[in-house]
């Protein structure tokens, strides 16, 4: 049975390290093709400098990449629209 490369793994199958990796958000099995290497959130990334080891680049998966975008630009867009409206009221003169 043929099985997309962003699908994880089925509950019985056994990862092999050489062609899977685990997500770092999800913490499901994927093969390599099925994600992208990303960097760490910006909390983190300060650990792996102290450590100083491996990369700070982690795994994950498609989905969650996705979920990841969506969020940011969510986050983003209501930023953006309060300060667009702020800026009108103070325009209008209902805010100093």
């Known amino acids: 049975m043929e099985r997309s490369v962003s699908e994880p793994l089925a509950a019985g ?10 997500c770092q958000r999800c913490g499901k099995w994927f093969e ?6 990303v960097p760490p ?16 680049y982690r795994f994950q998966c ?6 990841r975008r969506a969020t940011k630009g969510g986050i983003w867009a209501v930023f953006l629209g309060l300060v667009g409206m702020i800026l009108i009221l103070e325009k209008l003169g ?3």
């Open 32 to 37: 390599q093709t099925g994600g992208r290497l």
């Open 62 to 67: 498609d989905r969650c990449s996705r979920r």
């Open 94 to 96: 209902l805010i100093k």
């Open 41 to 56: 959130e910006t909390k983190t990334t300060f650990l792996f400098r102290i450590g100083g080891g491996g990369s700070p």
């Open 13 to 22: 199958e056994l990862p092999d390290r050489e062609i899977h990796a685990i």
